[in-house]
């Protein structure tokens, strides 16, 4: 039998065969090589595998801030068909935004694309440049419209979700104050950061021009920021070791009528710190030359003056400015606005989530950073369901047994319990037993056991609208998303007193690292975990290393410390580009 009637007859009896498939091997000696010939199933007999895959539940993420990205970095992607919506297209260190505005940093330095961040994560992630203009919770989908210029066509998409991690921020609060929005800087962005920066050379630029009158310099000179929280104090710090650093050896002429003023609402600046912090940066302030001035309300602001009123005598009184930054907290945005109406939460300033971060009324959405907060649910709201469980007698009073029992899962769903303990460095649980008179209690009924428990809602506060808190979200949120499927089965969470069960996970819980604020000339400020405050130069230098250890990559950390190093060299460059 010659080769070639061979391999005609052994395809004829492979292609017979009652197999799915065959393989024959064929051996060509002129090529010296060996080929694999696959021969399957006609199509109507090979079966449809694809049908029998199960479907990845899609995942949209609005926004790549600090808690979108720290989402993405965690998330295994593998998991899910995720999909990214946002309006830039890369993530920015804000912390450090008050040093781009004066040069100390650049501003490529603190940004690093989103198509470098998800191209590193495990499985796929897809990215869409646009704005997230409509959340339709009710049929799972999202409106976005391209905010790319001369885009051809309209550029509007929507994308249907199955979870949806809503992740926007938020925007400036003005408060509605006249003139604010058109004559005033913010300092949310980048691009607020370089705007900043140009503004601050072009009022130098202007006072040194020769037809410019001491009256008009001093105006131009005058640079007043609006907020006394930790990105104005930083602002003001920067922008004054700017000036003296490095402005005046280049205006020498006008060195003595540039001015700052901090204008701050209430009684103190940094009023979020320890107040050793506060008292220590409104005293280096005023050595420093810069202005604070305390409880004063703005009342509108136009392109040459800000009117402001001082609170303790009623005086209004009108001040020229040359520049003015405004930075006074944060309001929700017009699309998590119309969101929130949709869904009945039209009283609260920001969505409302449980303590799984997931959006009140809504059991497919969830909502980290700036445009979310916890609403914390109150031990009182369930003490009738709590005592219940932990009554398995039914006798309608609870021994220390009892309640040392259902102890630990109230401390895991009620945080605001482990706060109450710690401030009152309460160790022993069984203290919350005792009596009036401190003598410990051999059974308690459920006026006594709300006694012991109702001052512990006291505790409940508001997680702060930062970087830190955001970062953490996003963080255990992935860490949810991860172990679902895993979790279903065997849940990790505390007890369901109101229903049986466990809830699947532990409640989201922030942890406190920690807060800096630079104060300029080499020294800052900063509020350590367990009340410790540390205050100078070599704080300054813990500030150095922990933000260069907090950027999102190798890339964005050697830039950072590049930048600081050039600064210390060379000074900050003053040029317009």
Request: proline content about 3%; overall charge negative.
């Amino acid at each position: 039998m010659t080769i070639g009637s061979f391999f005609i007859t052994a395809s004829r009896a492979l292609t017979t065969h009652p197999f799915s498939s065959s393989f024959l091997l064929l051996c060509t000696i002129s090529g010296g090589g060996v080929v694999a010939l696959s021969e399957s199933q006609s199509e109507a007999e090979r079966p449809n595998i694809e049908n029998h895959e199960p479907r990845k539940k899609k995942v949209v993420v609005l926004g790549t801030g600090w808690a979108a990205t720290s989402f993405l970095k965690g998330l295994d992607a593998s998991l899910y068909d995720v999909q990214v919506v946002s309006p830039r297209n890369y993530f920015a260190f804000t912390p450090l935004l008050p040093s781009v505005t004066c040069g100390t940093v650049e501003a490529r330095s603190i940004v690093e694309p989103v198509r470098n961040i998800i191209k590193k994560r495990k499985g796929e992630i897809k990215f869409w440049e646009a704005e997230c203009v409509k959340i339709d919770a009710a049929g799972k989908k999202v409106f976005c419209l391209s905010n790319i210029e001369n885009l051809v066509g309209s550029g509007e998409f929507s994308l249907d979700y199955d979870f949806l991690v809503v992740s926007v921020g938020a925007q400036v609060n003005t408060f509605n104050t006249p003139g604010v929005k058109e004559n005033c800087h913010f300092l949310k962005d980048v691009e607020d950061a370089q705007k900043i920066r140009l503004s601050v050379i072009d009022c130098l630029e202007k006072a040194v021009l020769p037809s410019q009158s001491e009256e008009e310099q001093r105006s131009n000179l005058h640079f007043v920021i609006v907020g006394g929280g930790p990105t104005g104090v930083e602002f003001a710090a920067e922008l004054h070791d700017f000036i003296q650093e490095d402005l005046t050896k280049l205006y020498p002429t006008v060195k003595d009528k540039v001015k700052i003023t901090l204008i701050q609402s209430g009684d103190h600046i940094l009023n979020m710190f320890d107040e050793r912090i506060s008292s220590f940066a409104e005293q280096k302030f005023t050595r420093d030359g810069i202005e604070v001035q305390t409880g004063c309300r703005v009342l509108s602001v136009n392109d040459k003056e800000i009117t402001m009123k001082v609170k303790s005598t009623g005086e209004v009184c009108s001040v020229p400015h040359g520049l003015i930054v405004w930075s006074t907290g944060i309001s929700t945005l017009p699309v998590i606005k119309n969101f929130m109406e949709e869904i009945g939460q039209t009283k609260r300033h920001v969505l409302a989530t449980d303590e799984w971060l997931r959006v009140n009324g809504c059991e497919d959405v969830f909502a980290i950073g700036d445009c979310s907060s916890i609403k914390q649910r109150k031990i009182m709201d369930d003490v009738l369901d709590i005592f219940k469980a932990a009554d398995k007698n039914n006798s309608g009073t609870l021994t220390v047994e009892e309640f040392k029992e259902v102890m630990d899962d109230i401390i895991l769903r009620y945080p605001q319990v482990e706060y109450y303990l710690q401030k009152k460095h309460i160790l022993d649980l069984r203290v919350l037993w005792n009596d009036a008179d401190g003598n410990e209690r051999k059974e308690i009924d459920i006026e006594g056991f709300k006694l012991a428990l109702s001052v512990a809602d006291s505790q409940v506060k508001t997680l702060p609208a930062t970087a830190q808190v955001a970062a953490q979200q996003g963080a255990y949120l992935a860490s949810c998303f991860n172990r679902n499927d895993e979790l279903k089965e065997h849940p990790e969470g505390p007890r369901r007193f109101t229903e049986s069960g466990h809830h699947r996970f532990l409640p989201f819980r922030y942890k406190h690292f920690g807060q800096f604020a630079p104060l300029g000339g080499e020294q800052a400020a900063a509020e350590l975990p367990g009340d410790w405050v540390s205050i100078g130069h070599s704080t300054q230098w813990l500030w150095y290393s922990v933000y260069a250890s907090k950027q999102v990559s190798w890339r964005t950390r050697y830039l950072v410390v590049s930048d600081w190093t050039r600064r210390f060299v060379f000074g900050r460059d003053s040029s317009r580009v």
